[in-house]
């Protein structure tokens, strides 16, 4: 890889990462990239650095370009390491850069760095700095997805570096949309969109439609955006934008998946009458089993659906242990404006059923009950139940879906 001149004199000098298939738990199918942004200006500015392991590959980009001791300001748009643990060794190069950072950004940064030495300049939303031909204004966006978080507006370039929001995790040879060739239709980088939101902006989403809506306030003139993560935003950017409104406001395809886990295929077994249950009622249907699931997948496959239906056998009456932690992993993203039920095969007491309907409660999601429980091993008059079962709640999805077309 080089660098990539993506706006006049200003250069993607990122990584890509071909091989990463586990990004802190988060599977990454398709790899991903760490970008970065050098502006070739007066003052030569970078923003934004890369994973530790890739630092030799950036420091090499930028190279490409122009002396990294030449750098004079260094942005930092957010802490996490997958874009800040590069930073002590740029900072061997060039320990007199002048760092812009929120305050909260400082707070994280001094715990992973010794920064004593290092000029800091704390920055806040309409704060700016001049490189020479361009005036870089900064966003703060705190919470979207860490208290650091901020972004960068470069004003002459109607540019947007995004960090992590409007990211993607895919690992391309290609920077831009409009040539961007590894996924197999514009449809899979919708996909990876979407599952990046689920997994990582899904509590956030009052949040970003303020920031959305600030943005719009402030008349950003925006053609490009340029996030941290996957493909640079060129000849759409609109439609990214428009992308997390629509996720912010909640919207789900009016489809139902079922996310279920089994011990003695009993559970499983319920999945097959519910769906055609499901389908009969003219609704898409989408079944995942989770222990042959990544959770990151089958969080975007709930995410995606406008109903969910968990199966789970009791064990210990409780929920079987990965589907209490697919809930867990859930209720930590706080999803709205879904509508949930539970079935599952129980031996003795029964529990699991129980225990899913609390875990909706207390994420608030609208619930279709009672439950179905069936005794071990379910018979033809138990599968007819869950047929009607499947139709049942198939008709409370559509009804529950018209307030939001
Ligand atoms: Fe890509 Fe929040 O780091």
Request: charged fraction near 25%; proline fraction near 4%; hydrophobic fraction near 40%.
């Amino acid at each position: 890889m080089k660098a990539v001149e993506i706006k006049p004199d200003i250069y993607w000098t990122g990584a890509v990462d071909w091989a990463v298939r586990d990004f802190h738990g988060y599977v990454t199918p398709r790899g991903t990239t760490y970008n970065n942004y050098l502006i070739k200006d007066d003052k030569i500015t970078l923003i934004d650095t890369v994973k530790h392991d890739f630092s030799s590959i950036t420091i090499d980009n930028i190279k490409s370009v122009v002396d990294p001791s030449k750098i004079v300001n260094i942005v930092i748009n957010h802490i996490e390491p997958d874009h800040a643990s590069s930073l002590g060794e740029i900072m061997k190069l060039v320990p007199d850069a002048d760092i812009y950072i929120t305050g909260k950004g400082k707070i994280g940064l001094d715990r992973h760095f010794d920064t004593s030495k290092w000029k800091m300049n704390i920055v806040k939303s309409g704060d700016t700095i001049n490189t020479g031909k361009y005036n870089l204004l900064f966003l703060e966006t705190p919470m979207l997805h860490w208290p650091d978080s901020m972004m960068t507006y470069v004003k002459e370039a109607k540019l947007l570096i995004s960090q992590d929001a409007f990211g993607q995790h895919i690992a391309s040879s290609s920077r831009f949309d409009d040539d961007f060739t590894s996924c197999a239709s514009a449809s899979e980088l919708e996909d990876a969109v979407v599952e990046y939101y689920a997994n990582i902006l899904m509590p956030f989403g009052a949040l970003i439609k303020s920031k959305i809506a600030e943005i719009e306030k402030l008349g950003l003139d925006i053609d490009m955006i340029a996030p941290d993560h996957g493909i640079i935003w060129r000849r759409e950017p609109q439609k990214v934008l428009k992308m997390y409104l629509d996720m912010a406001e909640g919207k789900a395809d009016p489809n139902i998946v079922i996310i279920y886990d089994t011990m003695w295929h009993s559970t499983g077994k319920m999945t097959l009458p519910i769906s055609q249950g499901i389908q009969d009622e003219g609704i898409d249907c989408k079944v995942i089993k989770l222990r042959a699931t990544p959770m990151s997948i089958a969080i975007k496959e709930f995410w995606k659906s406008r109903g969910a239906l968990i199966g789970s056998p009791t064990l210990n009456n409780l929920l079987y242990p990965s589907v209490a932690e697919f809930l867990t992993h859930l209720r930590g993203l706080r999803p709205k404006n879904r509508i949930t039920g539970a079935f599952g095969s129980y031996g003795w007491g029964g529990g699991a059923v129980k225990n899913a309907y609390e875990e909706f409660k207390s994420m608030k999601l609208e619930t279709v009950e009672p439950g179905l429980q069936v005794h071990y091993k379910p018979d033809l008059n138990d599968e007819t139940k869950c047929y009607e079962f499947g139709r049942n709640f198939a008709k409370k999805v559509k009804e529950y879906h018209q307030q939001f077309e």
